[in-house]
């Protein structure tokens, strides 16, 4: 073979080669570019996307395709940001920024100079990307479940950057890829033909700059890591104490704005390399005379702290000083001579947070070791994060970190005040509502003004300056309109305007969610246009709902009636009687139909329509501004275990916060639950009767937060507070005025991924731990929660607090205790018993010497005293006598209840001193008469007593101001003619000293009935009587068995009960042939359709947006409305009539 065969050979492997092992060596400075205008635009079902890479850098765009829409565009972003693969998409426009935006994180430290690889499929509504799939370094993957279809990219798609970053929706990392891509291919699939676009390949493909290098240089990563500020080693170099000069070079990276690369100072003498956010100094000391070199950055994307790698290289010699950073170099002459023993044997490399690689100082590499005085160095890897990558502080808050770890500034964004380590920017400052204000600060000297506002609390909403009237009752929150007299330009169109408010419809929709109730002024001005009705009856003006049904009634008249406010009087007051508003005469002069709408669930305002403005008419209207006031409360009741509430999973991952209040009689129940126990999920029950729990897993392990209120209980049925919150930093929880929190780890997963939709008051593993009782104030993300709403939809919960007592059986003036499920009696401030309160345990005192004595175990000095009886005269005796009396030990203090001429005496001789209370009998009637019950309870001067049932008003006596010393004895009746003769029909007496529970006796009952023979009871002549008869109760109440007709089942398996199978079964079959009938039925169906569609089958639409922003609006003809002012791109909201 000759010589040019030869090289013809070689020729063809070396082609050969490159076809094959097609690289490009990217070096920050240029990228690739696919042109996808005119004939070569990418409008696809399927496709898939792969990248190969390998670098050091922790951050660059790897791939982007664009499209034209602007803000509201398609895009398919890939980069590595802080050493992590992001992956953003947007399929279909959208004029909301975040709306179908969809974006994940994926791998750690992936600039370890090892090849990666990424492939990424769409596959219509789900789009899965593969990081490293074929091996086990990295392995990771995630799904997408998008709302369109279509991938739409007319402009170009970019490998390793493009020209210009700000042109990009949804870029992280704002810089060009430094490293090498081994493959970088596009493949469309759907619809055909197939089309591939392979970057390093085809020649339709631009480099810029077009030399770029093919073939890729092995990297050297050998990186250690700087801990702490405090962290170094110390650098041996031989020879270094003779040499006359001294150089060296690195790469670094770091997050902190500041810190010391290298140094070496020993008296007056010596060098320090150091950085600080856009500069890297050599200074250089003589004999205390400072040299410096300064090289400076401005370019915002190339920050030293941007945790990009950034070469260094330095020199000192006795004739120049020189110091480069990347492409820049400075040098300087030094100021004095170089003493002949300036350098030393070592270098100390360290003294900021971050990493190096490749340190060389005078030809001789460096890495720490067991010898070079190691102070926190890490020699595993670069191990520093990128915490501010997806903004972990929210609300606008400032965020700053080490590569460690991460912190807020939250200083003027309104959240968070009183900064401390832990905060993110997530609570707001600011009160919700003006009624809030006041409320939350009876200190405070409120006026007529603007106060700043957070309608939804730690929500996205930001504080706003809202005026405040705390001149009406309840006060007021107003948010501003700005549609006053806006002029129609006449059209045979319907005309259409959005409503604006201030500072937005979204915070105008909060305030109105989270009040007890809001009105909103509205006003047609018209000269023959019409507002209402036109010919044929039809309908010709509407405003839009806050829930985006269109409304036909107008400003003062009621919801639903189709009028306006003078069609509501009668009689009818309108211009023309025989219509429902003034403008619907349709006279050749002004008039007006004005009014204010009223409603929380309706307003404010979203939009107006107006059909009746025709050509030749005139008109204008105005929406004022909305005012809300009082507190929406939204209550539920769960009247078992199994009544429940669902809502849309907890969202979004990253942060959130959720509070309600509740009450309940149990001691047991869950509060909340979301997700799946083998994953994500969060729970809050009722432990105990003091405590309340949060159990929690964030992809780490179950963690769990216990808060407990003491010796006071969480079910005594008082409302009490619950708050869980998560964010990057921490996962904390209260209740009430107790918090608890647990630090997320800031290098594993932090984000709470939930499955499932947010169960309140219910567990989806176990119905019969469902809770139950009273939630109001549901509040999720600043998002008041509609429970009394939903509760009419579900089975076993009820709107507002209380259901059991609504039909109760209750005796005697009981009271009924609302237990949810069932209702009870509450005998205490009766003398009767049993479960209705309904049964007597009644003595008789007929006889002259009738008497009975407690005597307590020991004295005691209580400051507060109950007493409950119930008595009947005797038949012909006297209406007189000494009921009840209380006495001290020493005689130094009595209590009596006695009837004195037909009424009722309290008679005392108090810490302060002897007094009476006359006590009028009831309305009708006396006390000589009829069976009567009594309750009377002293705390320290204050007295309040009942009669019959009836609470009186509550007396307050200052010679009862102390406490009643050593209380002793209990005396029921008296011996002689002195004493109350008849039937009692009970006797209930507590007392209760500071610092000690309540004590509680009943005299009668444990003397007569219990048969408690103690030597503090003696009597004489009593014995068992009834003082009337017994009421007729019905059988005491039950709950119903939990699971009884209810199908509670999730993704996670069936938790029906299995009590009811045998019940159910017999309906089976049933249930079988009717499914199978129906399924026929669909096939069938289908089988139709099928065959229509393949007779009239069409060409799919190339931009799949269009179709939604062509789509016919909601108005009564389908003519397109015209606007009157330019509004950006919007998607469609379906409204309804």
């Given at each position: 073979m000759d010589?040019?065969?030869?090289a013809?050979?070689?020729?063809?492997?070396?082609?050969?080669?490159?076809?094959?092992s097609?690289s490009?060596?990217?070096?920050?400075?240029?990228?690739?570019?696919?042109?996808?205008t005119?004939?070569?635009?990418?409008?696809s079902?399927?496709?898939?996307?792969?990248?190969?890479f390998?670098?050091?850098?922790?951050?660059?765009?790897?791939?982007?395709a664009?499209?034209?829409?602007?803000?509201?565009?398609?895009?398919?972003?890939?980069?590595?940001?802080?050493?992590?693969?992001?992956?953003?998409?947007?399929?279909?426009?959208?004029?909301?920024?975040?709306?179908?935006?969809?974006?994940?994180?994926?791998?750690?430290?992936?600039n370890?100079a090892?090849?990666h690889?990424?492939?990424?499929?769409?596959d219509?509504?789900?789009?899965?990307?593969?990081?490293?799939?074929?091996?086990?370094?990295?392995?990771?993957?995630?799904?997408f479940?998008t709302?369109?279809t279509k991938?739409?990219?007319?402009v170009?798609?970019y490998?390793?950057?493009?020209a210009?970053?700000k042109?990009?929706l949804?870029?992280?990392?704002n810089?060009?890829?430094?490293g090498?891509?081994f493959?970088?291919e596009?493949?469309?699939?759907?619809?055909?033909?197939?089309k591939?676009?392979?970057?390093l390949?085809?020649?339709?493909?631009?480099?810029?700059p077009?030399a770029?290098n093919?073939?890729?240089?092995?990297?050297?990563?050998?990186?250690?890591?700087?801990?702490?500020?405090?962290?170094?080693?110390?650098?041996?170099?031989?020879?270094?104490?003779?040499?006359?000069?001294l150089?060296?070079?690195?790469?670094?990276?770091?997050?902190?704005?500041?810190?010391?690369?290298?140094?070496q100072?020993?008296?007056?003498?010596?060098?320090?390399?150091s950085?600080?956010?856009?500069?890297?100094?050599?200074?250089?000391?003589?004999?205390n005379?400072?040299?410096?070199l300064n090289?400076?950055?401005?370019?915002e994307?190339?920050k030293?702290?941007?945790?990009?790698?950034?070469?260094?290289?330095?020199s000192?010699?006795?004739?120049s000083?020189?110091?480069?950073v990347?492409?820049?170099t400075?040098?300087?002459t030094?100021?004095?001579?170089?003493p002949?023993n300036?350098?030393?044997?070592?270098?100390?490399?360290g003294?900021?947070?971050?990493?190096?690689?490749?340190?060389i100082?005078?030809?001789?590499?460096?890495?720490?070791?067991?010898?070079?005085?190691?102070?926190?160095v890490?020699?595993s890897?670069?191990?520093i994060?990128?915490?501010?990558?997806?903004?972990?502080?929210l609300?606008?808050?400032?965020?700053?970190?080490?590569?460690k770890?991460?912190?807020?500034?939250?200083?003027?964004?309104?959240?968070d005040?009183g900064?401390?380590?832990?905060?993110?920017?997530?609570?707001?400052?600011?009160e919700?509502?003006?009624?809030?204000?006041?409320?939350?600060?009876?200190s405070?000297s409120?006026?007529?003004?603007?106060?700043?506002?957070?309608?939804?609390d730690?929500?996205?909403i930001?504080?706003y300056q809202?005026?405040?009237?705390?001149?009406?009752?309840?006060?007021?929150?107003?948010?501003?309109?700005?549609?006053?007299k806006?002029?129609?330009?006449?059209s045979?169109?319907?005309?259409?305007?959005?409503?604006?408010?201030?500072p937005?419809?979204?915070?105008?929709?909060?305030?109105?969610r989270?009040?007890?109730?809001?009105y909103?002024?509205?006003?047609?001005?018209?000269?023959?246009?019409?507002?209402?009705?036109?010919s044929?009856?039809e309908?010709l003006?509407?405003?839009?709902?806050s829930?985006?049904?269109?409304?036909?009634?107008w400003?003062?008249?009621?919801?639903?009636?189709r009028?306006?406010a003078?069609?509501?009087?009668?009689?009818?007051?309108?211009i023309d009687?025989t219509?429902?508003?003034?403008?619907?005469?349709?006279?050749?002069?002004?008039h007006s139909?004005e009014g204010?709408?009223?409603?929380?669930?309706?307003?404010?305002?979203?939009?107006?329509?107006?059909?009746?403005?025709?050509?030749g008419?005139?008109?204008n209207?105005?929406v004022g501004h909305?005012f809300?006031?009082g507190e929406?409360?939204?209550?539920?009741?769960?009247?078992?275990?199994d009544?429940?509430?669902k809502?849309?999973?907890?969202?979004?991952?990253?942060?959130?916060?959720?509070?309600?209040?509740?009450k309940?009689?149990?001691?047991?129940?869950?509060?909340?639950?979301?997700?799946?126990?083998?994953k994500?999920?969060?729970q809050?029950?009722?432990v105990?009767?003091t405590?309340?729990?949060?159990?929690?897993?964030?992809?780490?392990?179950?963690r769990?937060?216990?808060?407990?209120?003491?010796?006071?209980?969480?079910?005594?049925?008082?409302?009490?507070?619950?708050?869980?919150?998560?964010?990057?930093?921490?996962f904390?929880?209260?209740?009430?005025?107790?918090?608890?929190?647990?630090?997320?780890?800031?290098?594993?997963k932090?984000?709470?991924?939930?499955?499932?939709?947010?169960?309140?008051?219910?567990?989806?593993?176990?119905v019969?731990?469902?809770?139950?009782?009273?939630?109001?104030?549901?509040?999720?993300?600043?998002?008041?929660?509609?429970?009394?709403?939903?509760?009419?939809e579900?089975?076993?919960?009820?709107?507002?607090c209380g259901?059991?007592?609504?039909?109760n059986?209750c005796?005697?003036h009981?009271?009924?205790?609302d237990?949810?499920?069932?209702?009870?009696?509450?005998?205490?401030?009766?003398?009767?018993?049993?479960?209705?309160?309904h049964k007597e345990?009644?003595?008789s005192?007929?006889?002259?010497?009738?008497?009975l004595?407690?005597?307590?175990?020991?004295a005691?000095?209580?400051f507060?005293?109950?007493?409950?009886?119930?008595?009947?005269?005797?038949?012909?005796k006297?209406?007189?006598?000494?009921?009840?009396?209380?006495?001290s030990s020493?005689?130094?203090?009595f209590?009596?209840?006695?009837l004195?001429?037909?009424?009722?005496?309290?008679?005392?001789?108090?810490?302060?001193?002897?007094?009476?209370i006359?006590?009028?009998?009831?309305?009708?009637?006396?006390?000589?008469?009829?069976?009567?019950?009594?309750?009377?309870?002293?705390?320290?001067?204050?007295?309040?007593?009942?009669?019959?049932?009836?609470?009186?008003?509550?007396?307050?006596?200052?010679r009862l101001?102390?406490?009643?010393?050593?209380?002793?004895?209990?005396?029921?009746?008296?011996?002689?003619?002195?004493?109350?003769?008849?039937?009692?029909?009970g006797?209930?007496?507590?007392?209760?000293?500071?610092g000690?529970?309540?004590?509680?006796?009943?005299?009668?009952?444990?003397?007569?009935?219990?048969d408690k023979?103690?030597?503090?009871?003696t009597?004489?002549?009593?014995?068992?009587?009834?003082?009337?008869?017994?009421?007729?109760?019905?059988?005491?109440?039950?709950?119903?068995?939990v699971g009884?007709?209810?199908?509670?089942?999730?993704?996670?398996?069936?938790?029906?009960?299995?009590?009811l199978?045998?019940?159910?079964?017999?309906?089976?079959?049933i249930?079988?042939?009717?499914?199978?009938?129906?399924?026929?039925?669909?096939?069938?169906?289908?089988?139709v359709?099928?065959?229509?569609?393949?007779?009239?089958?069409?060409?799919?639409?190339t931009?799949?947006?269009?179709e939604?922003?062509?789509?016919?609006?909601p108005?009564?003809?389908?003519?397109?409305?015209?606007?009157?002012k330019g509004?950006?791109?919007?998607?469609?909201?379906e409204?309804?009539i």
């Amino acid at each position: 073979m000759d010589l040019k065969g030869l090289a013809s050979i070689l020729w063809l492997f070396y082609c050969l080669e490159v076809v094959l092992s097609a690289s490009r060596q990217f070096t920050g400075e240029g990228f690739m570019e696919y042109r996808t205008t005119s004939g070569n635009i990418i409008n696809s079902d399927k496709d898939e996307l792969r990248i190969e890479f390998s670098t050091v850098q922790p951050s660059g765009l790897l791939f982007y395709a664009r499209n034209s829409g602007g803000q509201f565009a398609d895009y398919v972003a890939l980069e590595l940001v802080g050493g992590r693969l992001r992956f953003s998409i947007r399929y279909g426009r959208s004029s909301h920024s975040t709306e179908n935006l969809h974006e994940t994180l994926l791998g750690k430290n992936l600039n370890d100079a090892k090849s990666h690889s990424v492939e990424i499929l769409h596959d219509k509504d789900v789009t899965t990307i593969y990081l490293d799939k074929t091996s086990d370094q990295e392995k990771a993957e995630h799904s997408f479940k998008t709302k369109y279809t279509k991938l739409d990219i007319d402009v170009a798609m970019y490998v390793g950057g493009a020209a210009d970053f700000k042109a990009l929706l949804s870029v992280k990392s704002n810089a060009l890829f430094m490293g090498c891509i081994f493959q970088a291919e596009f493949k469309k699939i759907l619809p055909g033909p197939v089309k591939v676009i392979d970057f390093l390949k085809d020649d339709k493909v631009t480099t810029y700059p077009s030399a770029m290098n093919k073939k890729c240089v092995a990297q050297t990563y050998e990186p250690f890591t700087f801990s702490s500020n405090d962290s170094s080693f110390v650098c041996s170099v031989g020879g270094l104490s003779s040499a006359n000069s001294l150089s060296g070079s690195f790469v670094f990276r770091t997050y902190e704005t500041k810190g010391v690369l290298l140094k070496q100072v020993d008296g007056g003498n010596g060098f320090e390399l150091s950085y600080m956010e856009k500069d890297v100094q050599l200074k250089v000391i003589i004999r205390n005379s400072e040299t410096l070199l300064n090289i400076n950055y401005q370019n915002e994307l190339t920050k030293i702290n941007k945790g990009n790698w950034h070469y260094v290289k330095f020199s000192i010699s006795p004739t120049s000083f020189e110091l480069s950073v990347g492409s820049k170099t400075e040098t300087r002459t030094p100021a004095a001579t170089l003493p002949s023993n300036f350098f030393k044997g070592g270098v100390t490399a360290g003294g900021f947070v971050g990493c190096m690689n490749e340190l060389i100082i005078n030809k001789q590499k460096c890495q720490p070791n067991a010898g070079s005085q190691i102070k926190n160095v890490e020699w595993s890897g670069c191990n520093i994060t990128d915490f501010c990558i997806f903004s972990p502080c929210l609300h606008g808050g400032k965020c700053m970190q080490t590569g460690k770890t991460f912190s807020c500034g939250c200083s003027g964004t309104g959240y968070d005040k009183g900064h401390n380590s832990l905060s993110v920017c997530q609570f707001s400052e600011s009160e919700s509502t003006c009624e809030s204000l006041k409320k939350n600060n009876p200190s405070l000297s409120l006026s007529d003004r603007s106060y700043a506002l957070d309608f939804d609390d730690s929500g996205p909403i930001k504080t706003y300056q809202a005026f405040c009237n705390f001149s009406a009752d309840p006060p007021t929150t107003r948010v501003e309109s700005r549609d006053f007299k806006i002029k129609l330009t006449p059209s045979n169109q319907p005309i259409s305007q959005r409503i604006s408010y201030e500072p937005s419809l979204d915070a105008a929709k909060a305030l109105a969610r989270r009040s007890e109730w809001c009105y909103q002024y509205v006003d047609f001005g018209c000269k023959k246009a019409k507002l209402h009705t036109g010919s044929n009856n039809e309908k010709l003006g509407f405003w839009v709902s806050s829930n985006g049904v269109y409304q036909s009634y107008w400003g003062g008249a009621k919801q639903g009636s189709r009028s306006c406010a003078c069609g509501e009087t009668n009689p009818n007051s309108c211009i023309d009687p025989t219509k429902k508003c003034n403008c619907d005469a349709g006279q050749d002069k002004w008039h007006s139909d004005e009014g204010y709408l009223n409603s929380t669930t309706l307003l404010p305002v979203v939009e107006v329509m107006f059909k009746g403005v025709t050509i030749g008419t005139e008109a204008n209207f105005t929406v004022g501004h909305l005012f809300c006031a009082g507190e929406i409360s939204n209550t539920a009741t769960f009247v078992n275990q199994d009544g429940f509430i669902k809502l849309k999973a907890w969202s979004p991952p990253s942060n959130g916060v959720i509070s309600l209040f509740f009450k309940t009689p149990y001691k047991k129940g869950v509060l909340l639950y979301n997700g799946m126990l083998d994953k994500d999920f969060f729970q809050v029950g009722i432990v105990n009767e003091t405590s309340v729990g949060l159990s929690y897993n964030i992809g780490n392990g179950v963690r769990k937060i216990e808060l407990s209120l003491g010796d006071k209980q969480v079910n005594d049925r008082s409302w009490h507070h619950i708050m869980i919150y998560h964010n990057m930093k921490v996962f904390g929880f209260r209740l009430d005025n107790q918090e608890g929190k647990h630090e997320n780890p800031l290098f594993l997963k932090r984000e709470l991924n939930l499955d499932n939709e947010l169960y309140v008051a219910g567990y989806p593993y176990d119905v019969s731990k469902g809770f139950v009782g009273c939630i109001r104030g549901l509040d999720v993300n600043g998002e008041v929660q509609d429970l009394s709403k939903l509760a009419g939809e579900v089975e076993y919960v009820k709107s507002g607090c209380g259901a059991a007592c609504e039909n109760n059986s209750c005796k005697n003036h009981a009271k009924c205790l609302d237990n949810y499920n069932v209702y009870l009696c509450d005998c205490s401030k009766t003398p009767y018993y049993g479960y209705f309160c309904h049964k007597e345990n009644g003595a008789s005192f007929n006889d002259r010497d009738s008497q009975l004595v407690y005597e307590y175990p020991s004295a005691s000095d209580v400051f507060r005293f109950d007493i409950v009886v119930g008595f009947k005269l005797g038949e012909g005796k006297p209406c007189s006598g000494d009921i009840i009396r209380l006495d001290s030990s020493d005689d130094s203090q009595f209590y009596r209840l006695s009837l004195t001429n037909r009424k009722l005496q309290f008679d005392f001789k108090g810490p302060r001193g002897p007094g009476s209370i006359t006590i009028d009998p009831p309305s009708v009637g006396d006390f000589c008469r009829d069976v009567h019950t009594f309750a009377l309870s002293r705390r320290y001067k204050v007295v309040n007593y009942t009669i019959d049932g009836v609470k009186k008003p509550k007396e307050e006596i200052e010679r009862l101001d102390g406490l009643f010393t050593s209380m002793k004895k209990v005396t029921i009746g008296k011996e002689g003619d002195g004493g109350f003769k008849g039937c009692i029909t009970g006797v209930k007496v507590t007392r209760e000293a500071v610092g000690q529970k309540p004590e509680t006796v009943e005299p009668i009952k444990e003397y007569l009935y219990d048969d408690k023979k103690t030597d503090r009871v003696t009597s004489k002549d009593v014995s068992k009587e009834t003082c009337g008869p017994e009421p007729k109760v019905p059988e005491i109440p039950t709950p119903r068995p939990v699971g009884r007709g209810k199908d509670f089942t999730t993704s996670q398996g069936s938790t029906t009960n299995p009590k009811l199978q045998a019940e159910d079964d017999d309906k089976t079959a049933i249930i079988v042939v009717v499914v199978l009938i129906l399924v026929l039925l669909l096939v069938v169906l289908i089988l139709v359709i099928y065959w229509y569609w393949a007779r009239h089958k069409g060409e799919y639409h190339t931009h799949e947006d269009d179709e939604e922003l062509k789509a016919t609006d909601p108005y009564i003809e389908p003519a397109a409305p015209r606007k009157l002012k330019g509004e950006e791109p919007e998607k469609k909201k379906e409204w309804y009539i």
